[in-house]
């Protein structure tokens, strides 16, 4: 009896990388696209929300503020305009940048979620294939089982004729002159 098992997992032989439902998604480019800027506009956009950032960004303005009150430096003297400035071109480039970053993680979620779909879906399709072939296998199984049972019976019943002629024969035997 030959068995054989198919799945989306095992394909001419050899074993299919669990990714592959990724691969199809590769060409699709994001706001940024997948050049040096986008890389590192996001790259940029990401260091924003860090800890490393707003600590640094902290003592930046915590030693700006000091070396113009304690008239160190005379740059940016109170209300501290240039600093004011500062922020605003901060914020002017943080913001788009980070409403970009998202959008690109929005599309490789998006991907990576429709990937995954397809995967459950297949490996779904994949279970119903060996449930259905052990089904069959079963079914097979039981009808050699019952055809065995069906044999056995047979052999018995025709070890019992062979009993009961040999004795018949025995009993011929004994009772015929020599």
């Known amino acids: 009896m030959d068995i054989r098992i198919t799945s989306p997992e095992v394909e001419g032989g050899g074993h299919r990388h669990h990714f592959r439902f990724h691969l199809p998604h590769r060409h699709l480019t994001s706001v940024f696209g997948n050049d040096w800027f986008a890389l590192k506009a996001e ?3 990401r260091f924003f929300g860090t800890p490393v950032f707003l600590v640094a960004q902290t003592l930046i303005v915590a030693v700006w503020i000091i070396l113009n009150v304690a008239e160190i430096t005379h740059f940016d003297v109170y209300p501290f305009i240039l600093l004011n400035l500062a922020f605003s071109l901060q914020a002017a480039y943080a913001a788009p940048l980070i409403l970009l970053a998202q959008t690109r993680q929005a599309d490789r979620d ?6 995954d779909a397809q995967h459950r879906e297949a490996l779904a399709v994949a279970s119903q294939e060996r449930e259905l072939v052990a089904a069959e296998q079963t079914a097979k199984l039981l009808e050699l089982m019952h055809q065995n049972t069906e044999l056995t019976a047979l ?3 025709l070890s019992q004729r062979i009993e009961t002629l040999t004795n018949d024969l025995h009993c011929q035997l004994i009772k015929s002159p020599k």
């Open 110 to 115: 998006k991907a990576h979620s429709d990937a």
């Open 43 to 45: 790259s940029f956009a």
């Open 155 to 157: 052999t018995k019943e």
